[in-house]
């Protein structure tokens, strides 16, 4: 049973642009919210990562937001750079430290000129 | 700090072989983590350890184990290696199961 819904699969978006990636999940015991940067050859990278208590939370570019009544979250990456083309992971977990990561199907974002 | 760091980096196999992979976490991490990852399934929960004991697993057969040291330290084994056994495998540590770090992995190959 998936419990976090990731889209788009895969996203193109030019130099300069806003890119985002949709997260749903259905567990509502999960009370922590981590999105993932994957390079290729490499692990995934703790980017950022939201608690339920707040709709918003930025760093640098990189922005979550957070609606807790719809079950969704998003990530926004602003003035996107050739640099963030990578894979793109949210997760979930619940009962922070007692509970496994939950992870999306990913998405691969591909940065253009 | 040194990150988590993962050996060995590849490996190859045939079916039926066994497998150890081992994972070093962060100083001072007491939780490690497993996860596969595969283009078809995408990251896939093995299994957590925490002061030594399995505090939770995922869906896998029996033949994937793990266990983990006094120093935090992680191994995991698959025995009978399948086909379907190739995949990236990963390492996650954290002080807690909350926030986690992931090594590089160890891409295993079974022929």
């Known amino acids: 049973q998936q419990q976090v819904k990731q889209s788009p699969q895969s996203l193109i978006v030019q130099k300069g642009g806003i890119s985002i990636i949709n997260c749903a999940y259905e567990?509502?015991?999960?009370?922590?919210f981590p999105w993932y940067q994957q390079f290729p050859g490499k692990g995934p990278a703790l980017l950022i990562a939201?608690?339920?208590?707040?709709s918003e939370k930025k760093e640098g570019r990189f922005t979550i937001s957070f609606n807790k009544s719809a079950k969704q979250f998003s990530l926004h990456i602003m003035d996107s750079q050739p640099g963030d083309s990578a894979t793109y992971f949210c997760?979930?977990?619940?009962?922070?430290?007692?509970?496994?990561?939950?992870f999306g199907t990913g998405t691969r974002l591909t940065i253009i000129p | 700090k040194a990150g988590v760091t993962q050996t060995p980096r590849y490996l190859i196999k045939t079916r039926g072989q066994q497998v150890t992979l081992s994972c070093s976490p962060i100083?001072?991490?007491?939780?490690v983590s497993w996860y596969q990852q595969t283009p078809g399934q995408g990251l896939q929960f093995l299994f957590e350890y925490f002061s030594e004991t399995q505090r939770n697993k995922g869906n896998f057969p029996g033949r994937f184990s793990g266990r983990q040291f006094s120093n935090s330290r992680s191994e995991m084994n698959v025995s009978t290696l399948e086909l379907g056994d190739s995949a990236l495998y990963l390492c996650?540590?954290?002080?807690?199961?909350?926030?986690?770090?992931f090594g590089p992995g160890t891409r295993l190959t079974v022929l």
């Open positions: 997760a979930a977990i619940s009962n922070f430290g007692n509970e496994k990561l939950t």
């Open positions: 996650a540590s954290s002080y807690n199961g909350g926030e986690q770090f």
């Open positions: 939201i608690r339920p208590d707040v």
């Open positions: 567990n509502t015991a999960f009370d922590y």
């Open positions: 100083s001072g991490h007491r939780s």
